[in-house]
């Protein structure tokens, strides 16, 4: 089983609200990433926690903050979102993190809509 | 440094004809290349991978890909379009850091 499940599929949200956004994978990975997708573009990588502690911030504004609760969930909190964040986010796991290693395949869930309103 | 150049933005054909979608990377050392496909409203599906095993890699759904080091590709084929392959399609190449550098990715149009 090769699944990582995300929720909500949609979220509406006004500039003053606070959501989060949930991810979950029974893969035994132990590296998990937020992804940020506008439409007709590539994802853009903004979070990776490798081993349940943040290795990668992108550069993200502070008005995103993950949590990795244990090594199967990852969440995203927002809160005063701008317009311009409207976008996919989408969570994905590996097994590990750090090296080109082989086989070490990057599997992606179907992402969280979300729009500001 | 890596870079992935997906060298058709669009690309459409007739169901039952071959696909071809084309990708060309940059890499110091010996590459981990994937294809991924996106439906509409759907997140991102692995179609493929090359881990610098066989050169020709078989993926789902019918596609295939073959690495070429000396072209520096890693084109994606079909035999035979189907209309439920209509999707985004993105080439990756995993950077040493472990990051995946993806392509602008493609339109496969299928016409009926």
């Known amino acids: 089983d090769t699944e990582v499940t995300q929720t909500p599929k949609h979220l509406v949200m006004g500039m003053t609200n606070k959501k989060s956004l949930k991810c979950e994978q029974h893969?035994?990975?132990?590296?998990m990433y937020w992804y940020k997708q506008k439409a007709k573009k590539p994802p853009e990588l903004m979070f990776v926690?490798?081993?349940?502690?943040?290795?990668i911030n992108e550069s993200v504004p502070s008005r995103f903050s993950p949590e990795c609760p244990n090594s199967s969930l990852l969440n995203l909190h927002l809160h005063a979102l701008q317009p311009e964040d409207s976008a996919l986010y989408l969570c994905?796991?590996?097994?590990?993190?750090?090296?080109?290693?082989?086989?070490?395949?990057?599997?992606f869930g179907e992402g969280s809509w979300l729009t500001v309103v | 440094a890596q870079s992935v150049t997906q060298l058709d933005s669009h690309v459409s054909v007739s169901e039952g004809t071959p696909v071809l979608l084309r990708c060309n990377y940059s890499?110091?050392?010996?590459?981990?290349l994937f294809w991924y496909v996106q439906h509409p409203n759907k997140g991102l599906q692995l179609l493929l991978k090359?881990?610098?095993?066989?050169?020709l890699v078989k993926g789902i759904n019918g596609f295939e890909a073959e690495f070429k080091k000396s072209e520096t590709s890693f084109h994606l084929t079909k035999p035979s379009a189907h209309m439920s392959d209509a999707a985004e399609y993105f080439c990756?190449?995993?950077?040493?850091?472990?990051?995946?550098?993806f392509g602008q990715g493609t339109t496969l149009q299928v016409k009926p």
């Open positions: 994905a796991s590996s097994q590990d993190w750090g090296q080109a290693i082989s086989g070490n395949t990057i599997y």
């Open positions: 890499s110091s050392y010996s590459p981990s």
């Open positions: 090359y881990t610098s095993a066989a050169t």
């Open positions: 926690y490798s081993y349940e502690k943040l290795s």
């Open positions: 990756v190449v995993k950077s040493n850091t472990g990051k995946l550098i």
């Open positions: 893969m035994g990975h132990r590296a």
